[in-house]
T-cell receptor, first 118, second 110 residues
Framework: GAVVSQHPSRVICKSGTSVKIECRSLDFQATTMFWYRQFPKQSLMLMATSNEGSKATYEQGVEKDKFLINHASLTLSTLTVTSAHPEDSSFYIC??????????????FGPGTRLLVL | EDQVTQSPEALRLQEGESSSLNCSYTVSGLRGLFWYRQDPGKGPEFLFTLYSAGEEKEKERLKATLTKKESFLHITAPKPEDSATYLCAVKETSGSRLTFGEGTQLTVNP
């Protein structure tokens, strides 16, 4: 299957600082990427849809000023958690949609980033 | 609103003991049903995509089937390395987002 990478895999930061997470599609050019958040023993919660060259679409209840998304190229999307607080601690996972399937193409997921805010 | 329900929540099997995981869904128009495997602390790994009722796909000890209301993931003669959480997700006609079920945590004991 296709490879999607995330960096960093784990980050610990102090409350009030900003953290940037990178998501790269290595095998195909992804016009659409997705950012998810996952709490322990729960399923994935979609935060936002990232479209190359345009603004991200955020899910209801997700603060767009808190979670900044930039999809500057067809292989890179970034999520910046601004002024992070302990309640932002979570497992963040990105995915990239295979364009060969159009809007219904398979999503391939990155390995995830564990964020701990102290 | 799309709904995806997976059962059971957790399943313990002995090595070699075959079983099935269920994913029932309610969508206005199904455009794809996806199965993923997730190991602890990792992102989901893609397993199968099913598009229409009657479709079946196989990979090693896993076989996924699809009806108009549900999908099954059959595990034949599982091994301990098959232990993971299996996630089902659907994509409906009108949107590109995936709607995930809560997952089935599978444990295979040696």
């Amino acid at each position: 299957g296709a490879v999607v990478s995330q960096h960093p895999s784990r980050v610990i930061c102090k409350s009030g600082t900003s953290v940037k997470i990178e998501c790269r599609s290595l095998d195909f050019q992804a016009t659409t990427m997705f950012w998810y958040r996952q709490f322990p023993k729960q399923s994935l919660m979609l935060m936002a849809t990232s479209n190359e060259g345009s603004k991200a679409t955020y899910e209801q209840g997700v603060e767009k000023d808190k979670f900044l998304i930039n999809h500057a190229s067809l292989t890179l999307s970034t999520l910046t958690v601004t002024s992070a607080h302990p309640e932002d601690s979570s497992f963040y996972i990105c995915s990239a949609r295979d364009p060969s399937g159009g809007a219904f193409g398979t999503q391939y997921f990155g390995p995830g980033t564990r964020l701990l805010v102290l | 609103e799309d709904q995806v329900t997976q059962s059971p929540e957790a399943l313990r099997l002995q090595e070699g003991e075959s079983s099935s995981l269920n994913c029932s869904y309610t969508v206005s128009g199904l455009r794809g049903l996806f199965w993923y495997r997730q190991d602890p602390g990792k992102g989901p790994e893609f397993l199968f995509t099913l598009y229409s009722a009657g479709e079946e796909k196989e990979k090693e000890r896993l076989k996924a089937t699809l009806t108009k209301k549900e999908s099954f993931l059959h595990i034949t003669a599982p091994k301990p390395e098959d232990s993971a959480t299996y996630l089902c997700a659907v994509k409906e006609t009108s949107g590109s987002r995936l709607t995930f079920g809560e997952g089935t945590q599978l444990t295979v004991n040696p």
